[in-house]
């Protein structure tokens, strides 16, 4: 017999039985939420300024980073308050309703999907660069990346609407998409790393016949670091998000019970993890970010110290003038 969608949510989350021995899960990916949800929002934020501010990013990898940015973002604003609220209830023994769970998974699976989406699209848009080289403004214009930005976000809406009310018979589904990708992507990084091993070579070469690097070849090599920074990310994406993968088949086949719950909470969690790790990964790859983010802090730092010795000179001045 089908399963209602309010019954078919109800299976992945603690049942009252469940709560007790799940206390200590609740718990620590509570606390780790709490960190995580402030380090997602700050640092994106930063980076979000930093990544308008970078005139050298080319434009259709300005907004292709933006989405991604924002959806991360968007993790550490509203997911994982959401999550936290529902660790806390789950401490106090208390079973939030049908709505508020469907609420919840519908709200993580679309950050999560955009966020994951928007690896793929950054790792395709390194890789047609590479392999485009002199075509690659000709093809690969703003706009077209714009709209293809926003038909990611409308499918993320999608697919996140489907788990919600189908989540059983998407399972199985979203993760069949969610392996198409990987592969394509690694298809995509394979390719750059074979072109980088050829770029390597005629390096050698030129530096033999010419002493030095012609403009095509330095082109190339800044496109080819750029392409190994975003595969960082796209290693901590996979990292990040097995897990939850590995939950979601694993409760679509299988009776959830206490340990299956478990790790699908600690799996919750990664996937939050990778929204804090992104930025981090921008500031260290990216030296034209890293400057950006730096500018910004040393600005904040500025202003921050302008804004206490004014305060210190006004209280002075009042604490001499009452003195008087």
């Known amino acids: 017999m089908k399963k209602s969608s309010c019954e078919a949510v109800r299976q992945y989350v603690p049942s009252n039985t469940e709560l007790e021995d799940l206390r200590w899960t609740f718990f620590v990916n509570c606390l780790f939420n709490i960190f995580l949800s402030y380090t997602a929002v700050s640092l994106n934020a930063v980076t979000i300024h930093a990544i308008r501010k970078t005139s050298w990013l080319p434009k259709p990898l300005k907004t292709l980073l933006l989405s991604l940015a924002v959806s991360d973002l968007g993790v550490g604003l509203m997911v994982q308050p959401f999550c936290i609220s529902l660790l806390v209830k789950w401490l106090q023994r208390d079973n939030p309703g049908c709505v508020a769970y469907k609420l919840y998974f519908m709200v993580m699976s679309l950050f999560a999907l955009a966020s994951f989406f928007g690896v ?69 990084f394979g390719r750059i790393f074979v072109v980088f091993r050829h770029h390597q070579e005629q390096i050698q070469v030129l530096q033999v016949r010419q002493g030095a690097q012609n403009s ?15 595969f960082y990310i796209y290693v901590v994406l996979m990292l990040c998000y ?83």
Request: charged share 15%; hydrophobic share 50%; proline share 2%.
């Open 120 to 188: 793929v699209l950054i790792s395709l848009d390194r890789f047609l660069a590479i392999h485009l080289h002199l075509r690659y403004r000709e093809l690969v214009t703003h706009n077209r990346v714009v709209a293809v930005v926003i038909s990611v976000w409308i499918v993320s809406a999608i697919l996140s609407l489907i788990t919600v009310w189908y989540p059983s018979e998407s399972s199985l589904t979203v993760f069949a998409v969610g392996i198409i990708c990987i592969f394509f992507t690694t298809l995509f």
């Open 216 to 230: 095509d070849a330095a082109n190339l090599a800044s496109l080819l670091k750029s392409a190994f920074g975003i």
């Open 242 to 324: 097995m897990p939850r993968a590995f939950s979601l088949v694993a409760t679509a086949i299988s009776e959830p019970n206490t340990a299956l719950k478990a790790f699908l909470i600690y799996s919750w969690t990664l996937v939050f993890l990778n929204s804090s790790l992104n930025p981090i990964i921008y500031c260290w790859k990216m030296r034209h970010i890293r400057y950006a983010i730096m500018d910004i802090l040393r600005n904040m730092s500025r202003r921050r110290r302008s804004v206490s010795f004014r305060r210190f000179r006004a209280r002075t001045s009042s604490e001499f003038t009452t003195s008087l």
